[in-house]
């Protein structure tokens, strides 16, 4: 396990951009063996993966831990604020003190998280989701929780652990 954390740590992606469809294509092609997948994420991609995504939970037991920033989801009132895109670099300045500006923000979180819904319940995947300030605890309860998709008497997996974290396309 040590191994497999400092892989994560250590790794270093050619490109920021998400690409969770990658991520799933290489899932599917590199574990033969039926196994639980744990997906952690916040799921913002600009592309679909909902057919990748179907495929491999139809080979796996894929389990989708959605983490968010809670100022996504909801901007505070704080004025003019600098904002980065991680995945383009571009920087720019929104006036949060707008309340248009914080609707349509709001209004495109709830879209977002509708659209991911769909995604999880048409591809028959079990989900979870919190806000990065939530305790890890929760979410790690909430995962337990899931309608006994992890129990061992109902999958023969192998051992071993797949870790997808805002996997970038290399």
């Given at each position: 396990?040590?191994?497999?954390?400092?892989?994560?740590?250590?790794?270093?992606?050619?490109?920021?951009?998400t690409?969770?469809?990658?991520?799933?294509?290489?899932?599917?092609r590199?574990?033969?063996?039926?196994?639980?997948?744990?997906?952690?994420?916040?799921?913002?991609?600009?592309?679909?993966?909902?057919?990748?995504?179907?495929?491999?939970?139809?080979?796996?037991?894929?389990?989708?831990?959605?983490?968010?920033?809670?100022?996504?989801?909801?901007?505070?009132?704080?004025?003019?604020?600098?904002?980065?895109?991680?995945?383009?670099?571009?920087?720019?300045?929104?006036?949060?003190?707008?309340r248009a500006?914080?609707?349509?923000?709001?209004?495109?979180?709830?879209?977002q998280?509708?659209?991911?819904?769909?995604?999880f319940?048409r591809?028959?995947?079990?989900?979870?989701?919190?806000?990065?300030?939530?305790?890890?605890?929760?979410?790690?309860?909430?995962?337990?929780?899931?309608d006994?998709?992890?129990?061992?008497?109902?999958?023969?997996?192998?051992?071993?652990?797949?870790?997808?974290?805002?996997?970038?396309?290399?």
């Amino acid at each position: 396990i040590l191994y497999i954390i400092r892989e994560l740590l250590e790794y270093k992606p050619e490109s920021q951009q998400t690409n969770i469809a990658y991520a799933l294509e290489y899932l599917t092609r590199a574990l033969k063996r039926r196994c639980i997948a744990f997906m952690l994420s916040d799921f913002i991609d600009q592309h679909s993966f909902l057919q990748p995504l179907s495929i491999a939970s139809h080979k796996h037991d894929v389990v989708a831990i959605q983490v968010y920033d809670k100022r996504v989801a909801e901007l505070p009132d704080v004025g003019l604020l600098k904002v980065h895109d991680a995945e383009t670099g571009q920087e720019r300045i929104i006036d949060t003190s707008s309340r248009a500006v914080r609707e349509a923000q709001a209004k495109w979180w709830k879209q977002q998280t509708m659209r991911l819904k769909d995604t999880f319940s048409r591809s028959k995947v079990d989900a979870v989701s919190g806000c990065a300030e939530d305790s890890d605890a929760r979410l790690v309860e909430e995962a337990r929780e899931l309608d006994g998709s992890l129990s061992a008497e109902r999958h023969n997996h192998a051992d071993g652990i797949f870790h997808l974290d805002d996997v970038h396309h290399v």
